[in-house]
C-alpha cells in the first residue's frame, strides 16, 4: 500500500497516518540514491503489476503514482514527490496485492528489495521510517473493505474457514463473500463459470482462480514461500509462535544463518489471542497477531529466513553435530543447532459428534475471522485460563451474551486478576463455575449446547452461535524421532530434568533448554515444565540462543 497524506482512505484524524505515510527529505532520497536507480514511466503505464515477488520500493522524484487493489481495482492511494511506494511484503518478498499505475509523467528512484532489506539494516535512521511505514500501511490495507484475496464460500464450511484463517495469519487483506448472506455471491460465481459445488473458491490480485485450494497451493499462488538454495544452517527453528520467533531475531541479530519453518504461519497458539495487555512494554496491549507480524518483520531485517507453510517430516540427531532435517518443500538441510518451538493445541471437547460441529460453530481460536462468523448471537467460552478471558471480553463486544464455562470453583486460579476483575463486572459475560459442555445439538451446524453444572448436575440449554474451546494443552511433538525424550504426556525433557530421569548421557552438564540430543534446543508451550505466558516463551526463545553460541565453541 502507498498513499500521500492528503489522499489517503483513512480519515485525517487516525494517529497512524503519519506514520504510515511519510515524506521523505532531499537529503533522504540522496542517501538512497546508491541503493538505486532512476526510471521514467509515461502516463498511465503501469509501473508493477500484482502478483509481482521481490516488488522494488519505488521513490517518487516527480509526478503522481496511483495505487490500485489488483482484483476489484479500487481506488487505494496515491503517491507524490518525496513518498515511498511498498509494505510489509516488500521486506517479506510476498507477492504484491496491488497495482501500481504512473497517474501522470512520473520519474522514480527505483529501489529493488534485497536494496530495500540492506538499508533496513544499514541505514537505521532511514530504515526505520520505511519499516514502521511498511508495517503501519498493511494494518491499514487490511482495514479496507473490498481489497486483497477475494475468498467465495459458506461460513459453515471448514476449509472456508482455514482459508480464511491461514490468509488472516498471513496478513493477507481479505474480501470474503458468504454464499449463505452474501447477495453478490451468486453474480460472481457467474462471471468466474463456478458452481456452488466447486468452492469454497480464491481469486488472486492477478485474476487467477484456486478452488479449494491446501494451505501450501495457496502459499505458492500467493509468493509467500520463497526459494531457499542453502542446505546448511547455524541454527534452524521449528515453529513460528513468540518462542521461535524470539529465537530467529536473537539468531539472525547475533550473526547465525537462521531459518524458520512453521506449517501454518506466524503467531502460533498466541496469534489467536485477541489482547494481551499483560506483555511488558504494551501498556495498552496488542493482538498476538500484531505481536507476531512486529517479530517477523524484525527477524527479517537481520537476514532470517522465513519458510511458510511447511512441516519438518523427519530429524536425525547427531551427537557430533549436523542435525540432518527433511521439510517439506526444501527436501534434506543440516543444521548445526536446533530450537524446538512446535507449541501446543487446545484440547478437544469430550462431547458427542464433535465432528460435526468443529469449525461449523466450535472452535479453536477467538479472532475477528471467528467473531464475523457469530454476527452478534449468543456465544460459550471453555476454559480458565488468560486466553479463554481475553476471548470472553473480545466476543463480548459484538455478542448478545457470552458464557464462560469454567470446570473449577475460582476464576482466579489461572486467570491473571485484572482480567478476571472485568469479566466479573461485564453485563455481558456470565461465568459458569463448576461446569462444562455436555451436549451439542444443530442439524448441519451449531445452533445450541447443554452446559452441565458438576456439582448439582443441574442441566442448561443455551442457544448459540459458536463455542470456543480453550483448554489445556497438547504438544505438537508426535513427529520427534525418539531420541528427543518426553514426559508422560508428549512435552520435551530438557536440562535438569533429562539428569534426573537418567536421560542424559553426556559427561558434561546439560544447558538448561537443551534436550536429550546435544545441539538440539526446546522452548515454549512444547517444553515440559515451561511457563505458559508470551513473555515467558519470549524469554526461553532468547535464552536458547545464548545456549548456542556456548555450545558451538565446546
Known sequence: MATDSSTQPQTREDPRLALAFPTLTSAQIEALRPYGKE????????????????????????????????????????????SFSGDIDVISGRASLVTGIAATDLETLTVPADCVRSIVG????????????????????????????????SRYCACTLRIREFLARNRYPVAWQDLESDLATNRTLQEFQVTEDEV????????????????????????????????????????AGPAGLAAAV?????????????????????????????????????????????????????????????????????KLGGHDMTIEGLGEITAKCVILAPGASYRRLEVDDLEKYENRGVYYAATNVERILCEESAVAVVGAG??????????????????????????????SSYLA???????????????????????????????ADRKS????????????????????????????????????????????????????TPFFLETSCPGVFAVGDARSGSVKRVASAVGEGSMAVAFIHQFLAL
Open 250 to 318: 536473537y539468531g539472525a541479530s547475533e550473526g547465525l544463518s537462521t531459518l524458520c519453518v512453521d506449517s501454518s504461519g506466524p503467531g502460533g497458539q498466541a496469534g489467536t489471542s485477541s489482547r494481551i495487555e499483560n506483555y511488558m512494554g504494551f501498556p495498552l496491549g496488542l493482538s498476538g497477531q500484531d505481536l507476531a507480524d512486529r517479530a517477523v518483520a524484525q527477524a527479517e531485517k537481520f537476514g532470517a529466513q522465513m519458510f511458510v507453510p511447511s512441516r519438518v517430516s523427519t530429524l536425525t540427531c547427531n
Open 457 to 508: 448436575g443441574k442441566k442448561l440449554k443455551e442457544n448459540i452461535s459458536g463455542i470456543f474451546v480453550m483448554v489445556g494443552a497438547v504438544p505438537h511433538t508426535d513427529w520427534l524421532p525418539e531420541t528427543i525424550c518426553r514426559d508422560e504426556k508428549g512435552f520435551i525433557l530438557t536440562g535438569d530434568q533429562l539428569v534426573q530421569e537418567g536421560r542424559w548421557s553426556q559427561p558434561r
Open 122 to 153: 544499514e541505514r537505521p535512521e532511514i530504515g526505520e521510517i520505511i519499516l514502521r511505514a511498511f508495517l503501519t500501511r498493511r494494518t491499514l490495507l487490511q482495514e479496507m473493505a473490498g481489497v486483497g484475496v477475494l475468498v467465495i464460500g
Open 39 to 82: 526510471e521514467r514511466f509515461a502516463k498511465e503505464e503501469v509501473v508493477w503489476a500484482p502478483g509481482v515477488a521481490n516488488l522494488c520500493m519505488y521513490v517518487v522524484v516527480s509526478g503522481e503514482m496511483k495505487i490500485l487493489d489488483g482484483q476489484s481495482h479500487k481506488y487505494v492511494a496515491s503517491h507524490y514527490p518525496g
Open 200 to 239: 469454497p473458491v480464491v481469486i488472486l490480485p492477478s485474476g487467477d482462480m484456486l478452488k479449494s485450494p491446501t494451505d501450501a497451493e495457496l502459499a505458492k499462488a500467493l509468493g509467500l514461500t520463497r526459494p531457499i538454495e542453502a542446505k546448511l544452517y547455524d541454527l534452524v527453528i521449528v515453529g
Open 421 to 451: 476483575r472485568r469479566i466479573e463486572t461485564s453485563d455481558k459475560i456470565r461465568v459458569l463455575l463448576n461446569s462444562e459442555v455436555c451436549a451439542l445439538h444443530g442439524d448441519d451446524y451449531l445452533e445450541a449446547c447443554t452446559i
Open 386 to 415: 488468560n486466553s479463554a478471558g481475553q476471548a470472553a471480553v473480545f466476543m463480548s463486544q459484538n455478542s448478545a451474551c457470552v458464557y464462560l464455562v469454567v470446570r473449577g470453583d475460582d476464576l482466579r486460579k489461572s486467570m
